[in-house]
């Protein structure tokens, strides 16, 4: 409702601003070309005075309702440019299969978590996801079957986390979550809530197999500050590291 409004009222002005430049403008200048082409060898600067004058309103008004219409028509044709540039963005940044942020469009946000985290002297964790066995799902049950997983698999991260944190697909069957620290954001409590919200899905779901994700996480804290790439390099090996050491487990 607020963007209609706003719409509403860029056309208003635009309308107004073009019936002033008819008035002032187009007015005068038609009055000034007729002299010119009436009396080629003198130029009646009065022509302009003239023009305004109010035995003219009736060409004036003409002119103002020209300049109105052409204003409208700007304030039109300029906001589908600016809603076909804020899609080509939005695409830019944005996961085509999962309708989450891509990489590019997790650096953007997450730039800007980190300067709010240096500012306010808060800490952020990012959890590094990766979601096992895609590619035996893709080479056995087809890519169809892949995109489906993975597609579950963002709805479970979806559930687990706040609309507020930063949820991307990195690439693959590779997902990052970036979020402020809060008690509630403790990684012991997420990391349940998570596996509880897989289970609960696998046992909904008959599947030829079910879904599993391993992780990694690491914190940020701004008084020993580091770059996005950094903290995704340090959450990627903690992920590997909490992989391998599940795979020993359930070797044993």
Known sequence: ???????????LVHALIGSLAGYLILHPASFFITDISENPSHLHWDAFIQALSLQHISMAAYFMILG????????????????IHEKLHLTSITDELTGLLNRRGFFNFAQQS?????RTNKKMVL???DMDKLKWINDVLGHHEGDSALVDT?????NTFRESDIIARM?????????METPESDFKIIYNRLQKNIEAFNAQKIRRYKLSISTG?????????CSIDE???????SMYENKHYSKILSSN
């Not at 409702?1 to 056309?11: A, D, E, H, L, V």
């Not at 980190?114 to 240096?118: H, P, Q, S």
């Not at 963002?154 to 979806?158: M, Q, T, Y």
């Not at 903290?231 to 090996?237: E, M, N, Q």
């Open 1 to 11: 409702m607020s963007t209609k409004n706003g719409f509403r009222k860029r056309i």
């Open 68 to 83: 109105a219409v052409f204003g409208m028509i700007i304030a039109i044709y300029t906001q589908k440019l600016f809603k």
């Open 114 to 118: 980190l300067k709010l985290a240096n």
């Open 127 to 129: 959890l590094f996801a």
């Open 154 to 158: 963002v709805n479970i991260l979806k």
């Open 171 to 179: 690439g693959g069957d590779e997902f990052a979550v970036l979020f």
């Open 217 to 225: 996480s690491v914190k940020y804290n701004p008084e020993s500050p």
């Open 231 to 237: 903290l995704l390099k340090r959450a990627d090996t």
